[in-house]
């Protein structure tokens, strides 16, 4: 499925391979105007992490998203490798059966049909491909074009506002491919609890994902495209196009938005705020996002009034006319934001490439009016390429500040960590940069094998590829980050085993410095 939109280094992507349901017809439909879907809000508590099972069935995946809801599923967590995430959605358990995934991902625009099929509700499996997804039966239908509600399946879509009305945590509303044109805030409010997640979620069967285009909007702060007050969703395959501020506005907890897009929104893409917490952002990019003050728009942000515990893992935020990450802080403090496998590519660019009037940093890991307030943050296999400023920018942020296996190149300045209202402690291990480094200092500093210590100096020699628009390049088709060959060390490098043991996997006697380890 195409993800929307184009520009620097393309940014199609694929949804987990097609495959064909029998009865799927039926075409297109969708909610006008704005709603906000009411039921009850949630903010706080507990994200699991490991997940629970749930009697009957089972679901098993090689890579990519398992969704199903008629066997057991577990809920979003666990570890994430450096090539993507594997997750499955917690939803609704029905009378088992299995949805088991079988072989490797197709390859990125590629497709993987089925043998036959099945009508909705039973099982859809990718002959080949690599997914194999058991449909909910109770599952709501939306489509675009449709202007009143309806009764809600495959031959008879619904509108998004009254499928968001009638759900219930455990429950299902399947996006049927197209464009979903609105002029004001789509708004969920309804809440699934632990174990039970809404899933909002792209028709696996499609050939084309849902596209939600807000370019009816003028540019006004009240005028988001997505607001999820709501917790324990998960929102899967959507790309949102052009809103008048934010994207999506995640205010709601232990929510997972997975596979989707923001792009050239007046403000950040999607921003975290009014308490979230414990959300997992995953394999989503954010791109070309900018305002008319040319200053203002992040790719993704956990800042200002956000909680603690949100997690981003294998984004991507590039050509965003402010900063690729944003954790500045008001009035929260003392919270821990966590990245792992995220890569912030050209920020403080627009989309033409030209350099706007932004702040330009690739991950700002904080900062507050006053100067006095901690994010604390951990950075884990991420990498910064291009941005107009730093890489990893201090910005005056009073907390503690972990990176390991992280690479920076080709930023204004790499790493930039200064003394005047100095982080709390600022730990780098494994990590590489090559080109023009900042300050590295903190109130208490452990900084040890990295790219410029030990004997060692990163150099063009060292890498397979150092080509940034590799970073741009399409997704596989379960979501995962790209195979490049950019920052991959050649065989004999001396930043191979060079590092020290931070608790990441690795091959060898010791980690490689940088976020890719080698098979040697």
Known sequence: MAAGGSGTGGSTATLGGTTSVAG????????????????????GGTS????????????????????????????????VGSGGASTTSGGSVGSGGTSTTSGGAVGSGGASTSSGGASSGGTSSGAGGSTSVELDPNALYVAPNITSPASGTIDDPTTLSDAASRVSAGGTIYLRQ????????VSLSKSGSDGSLINLIAYPNDTDRPRFDFSSMSEDSSNRGFSLSGSFWHIYGIDI?????????????????????????????????????????????????????????????????????????????????????????????????????????DNGKLKDGSV????????????????????????????????????????????????????????????????????????????????????????????????????????????????????????????????????????????IDAGTDVGLPFNGSAPDIGPFESSE
């Open 356 to 495: 706007g009037v932004g702040d330009g940093n690739g991950f700002k890991t904080g900062g507050s009016d006053n100067k006095d307030l901690s994010h604390n943050a951990v950075y884990k296999q991420c990498i910064a390429a291009g941005n107009v400023h730093d890489g990893f920018d201090h910005n005056s942020n009073r907390g503690s500040v972990t990176i390991l296996n992280c690479a920076a190149h080709n930023n204004g300045s790499n790493i930039n960590f200064s003394s005047t209202n100095i982080a709390a402690s600022l730990t780098i291990k494994n990590t590489l940069t090559i080109g023009t480094d900042g300050e590295l200092l903190a109130t208490a500093t452990d900084i040890t094998n990295n790219s410029w210590q030990n004997g060692h100096s990163a150099t063009t020699a060292d890498f397979v590829s150092l080509d940034i628009t590799q970073l741009k390049s399409p997704r596989k088709s379960d979501g995962s980050l790209p195979d490049v060959d950019y920052m991959k060390l050649v065989s004999g490098s001396n930043l």
């Open 241 to 345: 196009y052009k809103a008048g501020d934010n994207c999506m506005f995640v205010s709601g907890s232990n929510n997972t938005i997975e596979y989707s897009t923001f792009s050239e929104c007046a403000d950040t893409g999607l921003q975290l705020g009014n308490g979230a917490a414990n959300n997992l952002i995953l394999n989503c990019d954010s791109y070309f996002n900018a305002d008319s003050s040319l200053e203002n728009a992040d790719g993704f942000a956990a800042k200002l009034d956000v909680g603690t515990g949100n997690r981003f893992v294998g984004c991507r935020a590039w050509n965003n006319l402010d900063d690729g990450w944003d954790g500045y802080l008001r009035p929260a403090d003392g919270i821990t934001t966590t990245y792992e496998n995220c890569w912030a590519i």
């Open 48 to 79: 699991t992490s490991g997940g629970t099972t749930a009697t009957g069935g089972s679901v098993t995946s090689t890579g990519g998203t398992v969704i199903s809801d008629g066997g057991a599923s577990t809920t979003t967590g666990g570890a």
């Open 24 to 43: 799927a017809g039926g075409s297109a439909a969708s909610p006008g105007g704005s709603t906000s879907l009411g039921g009850n809000t949630s903010s």
């Open 178 to 185: 197209g464009t979903y044109a609105f002029s004001s805030t």
